[in-house]
C-alpha cells in the first residue's frame, strides 16, 4: 500500500501530457475548420500513438506496483531526464512521418471500433445476392452469378486497383479522395492484398467469404502483411479505418479472430445501395 500515492502521480504523469496534446489538437481543429479539411500527418499520428499508449496503460496497470517498486530500487539515468516521455520515436518531420505509419501497435478497444455497423454474414450476403457461382472450394474461381457479373467493375481506386462491385469501387473512391485530402502521406503508403476472391472461408464448408461477392478488399502499409489474429495491427491501418467507418465499411479488427487488414461494406450500406437501386 505504501507504493499508492506513487502510482496515482504515475498515472497523473501519464494523463497530463495526453490530456493537454488531444485538448490542444481539437482546439486547432476547430481554428482550422475554415481552411478546408487537412489536418497535419505529425498531429494525427501523435493522436493515434497517445490512444494505444492510454490502451498500453490500461492493460499495464496489474504490474504497475511491481514495476514502480523496481524503478525505486534502480538508479537514475541522468540522460533519460533530457528525454520527451510523450515521443514515441526519434522525431515526426519530414519522411519520418511516413515510416510512422507502419509502426505496429495495439488495436484500442478493438470489439467497439465498429459501433452503429452491422458485418455482412454470409447468410445475409446469399439472401440479397444469391451464390456468387454454383459451386465454392478453398481457391479464387470466377464469378457466375450473372447479376453479380454485371456489377464488376476492374479500375484504379486512388493509390490500389480492385476488382469489385460498382457501389463498393465509387465508395472506396470516395474514401481515398478524402484520405489524400486529408493526410497524403498515408496516401502514399497504402498497399493492397487484394479484393474479388470468389471462394468459401477457409476451413468452412460452405460459409461465403465477402471477397467472393467483390464487397471486400486487404489492405496494408507498404506491402507488408498484418499478423492474423494477434490484436495488433499497423498504425497506418488504425487511421484509416476512421476514413472507412464514415463511409460505412465494417473494419475487421473486431472480429473474433482479428482480421485488420480486412474492411468490407456494412449491412447497412449495402441496404442502402439495394434502396436506392444501386444493386
Same mark, same amino acid.
Request: hydrophobic share 65%; net charge negative.
Given at each position: 500500500?505504501?507504493? $499508492?500515492?506513487? !502510482?496515482?502521480? =504515475? !498515472?497523473?504523469?501519464? $494523463?497530463?501530457?495526453?490530456?493537454?496534446?488531444?485538448g490542444s489538437f481539437f482546439m486547432a481543429s476547430g481554428n482550422d475548420s475554415m481552411n478546408g479539411p487537412a489536418v497535419d500527418s505529425g498531429a494525427r499520428i501523435e493522436i493515434e500513438i497517445l490512444r494505444q499508449q492510454m490502451e498500453d496503460l490500461q492493460f499495464r496497470l496489474g504490474t504497475v506496483e511491481e514495476e514502480l517498486s523496481q524503478l525505486q530500487r534502480a538508479p537514475i539515468d541522468p540522460s533519460y531526464m533530457e528525454q520527451d516521455p510523450n515521443a514515441?520515436?526519434?522525431?515526426?518531420?519530414?519522411?519520418?512521418? =511516413? #515510416?510512422?505509419? =507502419?509502426?505496429?501497435?495495439?488495436?484500442?478497444?478493438?470489439r467497439k471500433i465498429n459501433e452503429g455497423l452491422s458485418v455482412s454474414s454470409p447468410r445475409f450476403l446469399l439472401e440479397m445476392f444469391g451464390p456468387p457461382r454454383e459451386e465454392l472450394s478453398d481457391d479464387c474461381e470466377p464469378m457466375t452469378n450473372p447479376k453479380l457479373k454485371d456489377l464488376l467493375v476492374l479500375g484504379d481506386v486512388g493509390p490500389i486497383r480492385v476488382n469489385m462491385l460498382r457501389p463498393a469501387v465509387d465508395s472506396m473512391r470516395r474514401v481515398f479522395e478524402r484520405v489524400q485530402q486529408t493526410d497524403v502521406d498515408l496516401y502514399n503508403r497504402i498497399s493492397t492484398a487484394g479484393a474479388l476472391c470468389v471462394r468459401r472461408i477457409r476451413g468452412s464448408q460452405n460459409a461465403v467469404s465477402t471477397h467472393a461477392f467483390? $464487397? =471486400?478488399? #486487404?489492405l496494408n502499409i507498404d506491402g507488408v502483411l498484418d499478423t492474423l489474429g494477434d490484436g495488433k495491427t499497423q498504425l497506418g491501418l488504425t487511421i484509416l479505418s476512421d476514413f472507412f467507418q464514415e463511409e460505412g465499411w465494417f473494419w475487421g479488427a473486431s472480429f473474433g479472430r482479428e482480421d485488420s487488414m480486412h474492411f468490407e461494406v456494412s449491412q447497412e450500406l449495402i441496404s442502402r445501395w439495394r434502396s436506392a437501386g444501386e444493386i
Open positions: 500500500m505504501r507504493l $499508492l500515492p506513487a !502510482i496515482i502521480l =504515475a !498515472i497523473a504523469i501519464v $494523463l497530463a501530457p495526453v490530456i493537454w496534446f488531444v514515441p520515436f526519434e522525431s515526426i518531420n519530414g519522411n519520418q512521418i =511516413a #515510416d510512422s505509419y =507502419a509502426q505496429v501497435v495495439l488495436i484500442a478497444s478493438r467483390g $464487397l =471486400a478488399v #486487404d
